[in-house]
């Protein structure tokens, strides 16, 4: 299918919440997503992820870490213009305008999940076992989501205070 009619794909973007949160995208309503520095995520950024596709925000280094929100791809991918400041963090000397090596697409807000969705929860969910974030060594910022598995995150984000085990007291308490 060509990329340009195939139906949005699903993502999970990480990020430290003191660098840049969902509170912060909420805000913003639109950010760049820069400052990434590895090549695989690059490469998924550059050549996979198009305009509509979906993303789950996930807060990495946080207390617990959690997916917290949704995101949608606003903008194709673009030279990071961090790469090329030397200002920045995320400054490339071997970057430059006419080779920029690192990429980056726009995010927009969409929604700031009713609840986070705690790591432990992700882990102890059925249907999440395949999940990338979950794969023994997976680290990467920008990782791909099945449908599945990104239906099944958005459904317990928006779920708000009830998590599977406070349904299930309610179950049991009628």
């Known amino acids: 299918m060509p990329a340009a009619t195939r139906p949005p794909a699903c993502w999970l973007v990480k990020t430290e919440p003191e660098t840049y949160s969902i509170d912060d995208l909420a805000r913003d309503r639109r950010t760049w997503w820069e400052g990434v520095r590895n090549y695989q995520a690059r490469n998924l950024m550059?050549?996979?992820?198009?305009?509509?596709?979906?993303?789950?925000?996930?807060?990495?280094?946080?207390?617990?870490?959690?997916?917290?929100?949704?995101?949608?791809?606003?903008?194709?991918?673009?030279?990071?213009?961090?790469?090329?400041?030397?200002?920045?963090a995320s400054f490339d000397p071997t970057a430059s305008a006419a080779r920029p090596i690192w990429m980056c697409v726009e995010l927009e807000f969409v929604e700031r999940f009713a609840r986070a969705v705690p790591l432990a929860e992700i882990r102890a969910t059925a249907g999440l076992e395949r999940l990338p974030l979950l794969q023994k060594g997976q680290r990467l910022s920008v990782q791909p989501v099945g449908g599945r598995e990104f239906a099944v995150l958005v459904r317990l984000g928006r779920a708000g205070g009830k998590t599977p085990a406070a349904r299930a007291r309610k179950v049991r308490s009628g």
Do not use: F, K, Q, W
Request: hydrophobic fraction near 40%; proline fraction near 9%; avoid cysteine.
């Open 46 to 88: 550059r050549d996979s992820m198009r305009v509509g596709d979906e993303v789950i925000v996930y807060h990495s280094n946080a207390d617990p870490p959690a997916a917290v929100g949704l995101a949608r791809v606003s903008r194709p991918a673009v030279a990071d213009a961090t790469a090329l400041d030397p200002r920045s």
